[in-house]
Structures are given as structure tokens and as C-alpha cells.
């Protein structure tokens, strides 16, 4: 947790950022899917333009929310620690590839509705299990955009020694154990997590549609976990560090 009340509140108004970032653009991916007939190929090339189009866009947004969020976050955050807020510069992320977009499209498009067709689904199911994989994709690429920024950020900044996982009180197992880690440390060479990826994987940071965690920048060893933190690390310590234990307690599953 931020060591600042106003660090804080900035972080929780980021992850409400963010999500409204994502809910708009999968609910116009959603109306886009709505309109094709995955039996007219013409439809279906229409849909991957609009998704090119409502995802990039998305992309961008997530970036600039994050970016403003880094350096506001960042001012805080020095600033209760009595430290000089030296500059830092974190540019935005370059655009997604083109062929990202495509290529989510394509896996779950005509041949993906096709194969559940063939085993089984109804056209109106199949169509419906396309769209949930795509947006599950669509959710990662949209938030790659903010992803970049705080990772580049926490990697260029020299008052910045680490950063926490920052998991909502309903995320995945995976994601509780991983926030349950608490603050990961820049020195911590060994600490899991702290390869950098394609961006996408970097810090351990992969990004479940149901999840959205974050990445908190961590500039003071005093700085404390988040309720959810708290609650995740004391699971894992009742569970006595077995994942399926834990997972039973996080997602009440058998
Ligand atoms: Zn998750």
C-alpha cells in the first residue's frame, strides 16, 4: 500500500481507470461481434477492422491513464517521504502491432465457431464462446498499454526499490498468491516475477479479463500491504503454503 493517504487513493482511482477503460472497449467489441454472421466472411473482416480499431484505441488510453498516474503517484509518494521528486521520464508505449489484434481475431473467429459447430455447440453458442476468448485476449492487450508504462517506470526510476502486486478482493488464486508475495524488491534478483517479458509477462504481471491486477511502484521499505494483501498473505500462511489448500480458501472451490 502506498505510504501516502493521497498515493493511496491514486492507486484505487487507477484500477477504476483502467477497468473503465477495458468495460468500454469490450462493450463495443461485443456490440461489433453482435453483427457478424460467422458463415460471411465479408462480416467477419469488417468485425476484425473495428476491433483493430476499438482495441488499439484502448491501448492508448490505458498508456495515458497510467502514465498520469505514474507521476502522480510517484510526487506523492516522494513528497511523504520527505524525498526530492527528481524528473523521470516515461514515455507513452509504441502503438500495438497491427498483427495483434488480427491474430486474437483469427483464433477465435470462423474456424474456432466452426470446430464448437461440428462437435456440438449451437451457431448461437459457439458464436458466444468465440467472443468470451476474444475478449479474454482483448482485455490483455488493451491493458498492455498501462502495463508498459508502470513497468518502464518502475525500471527507470531510481527512487522506485520495488513494487506490490495490487489484487482485488475477488481475483483468481494465482493472482492472491502472487499479491500474497507482497512488495518484490529490485534487488531481489532471485524473487520470482522479475523477469522482463514481452511486456506482457514482465514482473509477473499477466493479466486475467476477471482480475486486472496492478503493479504498485514501492520507493519506501516502510511502505505496507494492502488490506487484500494482508488478507491473501495470511491465507497463505493458514494454508500452510499448499496451493490447492489455498486456492480452496481464495476461490471457496473443492
Ligand atoms: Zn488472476
Redesign the pocket.
Known sequence: MAVSDLGTALTEAHGRAQKAVTGRALKELERAWSAVDPADPVSLLRYAESAERIVSRAHGASARAALSYLSRFRKAELNALGLVADGLSVSLPNALASGEVDALVKQYGQGFVARLINSGASAEEAKRLALARQLGGAVDLVLSGGRKVIDDGITRDRRCIGWRRV?SGS??????M?ASRGAVYKDQKSALGTRKGNGRGGRGA???R????RMEPVYSRKSKPTPNEARYERMWRESGGDPLEFRRMVEGRA
Open positions: 489484487a481475483c483468481c488464486s494465482f493472482c492472491a502472487l499477466g493479466v486475467h476477471a482480475c486486472q491486477c
